[in-house]
């Protein structure tokens, strides 16, 4: 039997919440939308304003949500809720903006573009900088000239948002341009205040690129202990383990930049290799989520009644992880079940008296 291992989750780009301020531009409904039943039957006229808001509420919470079960239940809604506008006013510009978000988030990219690039064509969407926003974000990657256009026009609605001086700056970096990349890095991360850690990552890529590595050294580590604080404030979550991976490998880099420039200094020998071991005891944090996921598997597949063996580990894999009112839990049915189970009492006494179990 092959399992597969899921790592991350759907493509999420990091959109501000909903534009709540631009529907309030949108007229109150002062007569039933089109396509609804006046006729005094069973049908309701449809708030297509309140379909657009329940939308975008639930497209801000998928942004926050990663189960998977609950993902596709909140992507279901969002689309359910655009086909009804689209239905009851064909011409609303909303539906637009609300099919972009969702098929990008549902991995449908093209459609996507094709949506979000209808919607900015509207009156509502020239006006929108979110939307110039996201298209800025799908084009970055293989067209920045695009996408430079897109974060442009975003900035002229929103001058200083950090998200739109990051995107230029990548954008500029992608383009040859490290001055005014390093310039635009600079103003994304102050305006900021210093706390998104994508930004200060990119900041000290691109001071690195242009060979500014002391300054590239120091950016790194803080950005560096942002994510060691945010793993240990998310103890249980894989995410935050992986965004710290990233920052050791950008630390290491600078690092041997370092030494590239000046083998003769002691120093950055001993500092790469204290990183070096600090990376290497993260990725078997990473690691023990993959074990998980396979017994995850293994549970769902299993009988757990039949399995006390494979439920026993599942609760100290849970425990190793940091995820220990869930283990306890685990362990607990299991002795529920057989109370003479001493693997279960040994894990679960374990986790009681506050020791460490071991994977």
Not at 168 to 193: H, M, N, P, Q
Not at 196 to 215: D, K, M, N, V
Request: proline fraction near 4%.
């Amino acid at each position: 039997m092959f399992f597969k291992v899921i790592h991350g989750a759907l493509l999420v780009l990091s959109l501000a919440s909903a534009p709540g301020a631009a529907l309030g531009q949108v007229p109150e409904q002062t007569e039933p939308a089109r396509g609804t039943d006046t006729s005094g039957g069973a049908a309701s006229p449809v708030d297509v304003d309140q379909l657009i808001r329940e939308a975008l509420a639930n497209l801000d919470e998928l942004e926050r949500v990663e189960d998977p079960a609950m993902r596709s239940r909140l992507l279901e809604e969002v689309l359910d809720r655009a086909r009804v506008v689209q239905e009851s006013d064909p011409d609303n510009p909303w539906a637009k903006y609300v099919f972009g978000r969702a098929y990008l988030i549902s991995g449908r990219a093209g459609d996507a573009i094709d949506y979000m690039q209808r919607f900015v064509r509207t009156r509502e969407g020239r006006n929108e900088w979110r939307a110039h926003r996201l298209l800025g974000d799908m084009f970055v990657g293989k067209f920045p000239r695009l996408a430079q256009a897109s974060y442009q026009r975003a900035i002229a609605l929103k001058p200083g948002e950090p998200a739109l001086l990051h995107g230029l700056s990548v954008c500029a970096a992608k383009t040859g341009d490290l001055d005014e990349a390093i310039r635009l890095a600079e103003e994304a991360v102050l305006a900021d205040g210093r706390r998104t850690i994508a930004y200060q990552h990119h900041y000290a890529r691109t001071l690195a690129s242009r060979g500014r590595l002391a300054e590239a050294r120091h950016v790194a580590l803080a950005v560096l202990a942002l994510a060691e604080k945010a793993a240990r404030e998310q103890r249980g979550e894989r995410e935050p383990l992986e965004v710290l991976d990233k920052q050791h490998q950008l630390v290491i880099d600078v690092i041997d930049g370092l030494i590239r420039d000046d083998p003769g200094h002691a120093e950055n020998y001993v500092e790469i290799v204290k990183y070096l071991r600090a990376r290497s005891a993260n990725s078997i944090e990473i690691a023990r989520f993959d074990v998980l996921d396979i017994l995850e598997a293994g549970v769902t597949e299993a009988r757990p009644d039949r399995a006390p063996r494979l439920m026993v580990e599942y609760g100290r894999t849970l425990a190793a992880v940091g995820r220990l009112e869930q283990a306890m839990a685990v362990l607990k049915d299991v002795l529920a079940a057989d109370p003479q189970n001493s693997e279960a009492r040994k894990a679960l006494a374990e986790l009681q008296g506050g020791e460490p179990v071991g994977d």
